[in-house]
Each structure stands twice: as structure tokens, then as C-alpha cells.
Nanobody
Framework: QVQLVESGGGLVQAGGSLRLSCAAS????????MGWFRQAPGKEREFVAA????????LYADSVKGRFTISRDNAKNTVSLQMNSLKPEDTAVYYC????????????????WGQGTQVTVSS
């Protein structure tokens, strides 16, 4: 069992930066690939970024590539999402999630989910 708690969301102006963190409980955190997803009002939840259990492989949605960076610290059981050059269309609730396998974009492959943190980007 893994419990995930996101933090770091907030209100920021377009062009600004935020860093989201996800703290995980459980001794097997390093066994999981981790992902970040987001859901804007009235839209489906979508993939943002993912990182392998070792941190050696990452995957990004085209919409955030070059602006967002995912990282993890297995010693601290945390995964982070550094978000730069934020745009109003990045406004959403951001969720971190864990899955047993390789990094994938499919949300249904992820077993554990956090409650989400709100990110609002003003124009």
C-alpha cells in the first residue's frame, strides 16, 4: 500500500514557476514508477509526466516538454514536478500517481493516487 500526498500548488502569473511535491508512504516507494497527471475543469484527466523507479527514464506530454521537469528522491520518498514558463492552460488539479510497471501515459495503469493540488495560472 502506498499513500501519496501532493503539495506546492497555488496561484501564479503566466510565465512564473511552481514546484509540486508528492510525498509517499511505504517502504517500497523505489519500486514504483511515478507519474503526474492533471485535470482541468470540464476536461478529462491527462498525462503530464512520468519517471521510472530509478529516475533514469522520464516521459513528458508534448504540451509541457521543455517547461516541466519531473524528478524523484527515493531516499526521501518524494517525487517532484518543477513547472516553469507556466501558461493559463496549465491551470488544473495536479495528481501524482504510482504504478508497478514501466513509465506509461495511460492513467489506468496507475494503482495509487494522491488527492491532488490546485494550480492556477493567471493571464
Amino acid at each position: 500500500q502506498v499513500q501519496l500526498v501532493e503539495s506546492g500548488g497555488g496561484l501564479v502569473q503566466a510565465g512564473g514557476s511552481l514546484r509540486l511535491s508528492c510525498a509517499a508512504s511505504g517502504r517500497t516507494f523505489s519500486s514504483y514508477a511515478m507519474g503526474w497527471f492533471r485535470q482541468a475543469p470540464g476536461k478529462e484527466r491527462e498525462f503530464v509526466a512520468a519517471i521510472s523507479w530509478s529516475g533514469g527514464s522520464t516521459l513528458y506530454a508534448d504540451s509541457v516538454k521543455g517547461r516541466f521537469t519531473i524528478s524523484r528522491d527515493n531516499a526521501k520518498n518524494t517525487v517532484s514536478l518543477q513547472m516553469n514558463s507556466l501558461k493559463p492552460e496549465d491551470t488544473a488539479v495536479y495528481y501524482c500517481a504510482a504504478n508497478f510497471g514501466s513509465i506509461v501515459t495511460n492513467q489506468y495503469a496507475y494503482v495509487y493516487w494522491g488527492q491532488g493540488t490546485q494550480v492556477t495560472v493567471s493571464s
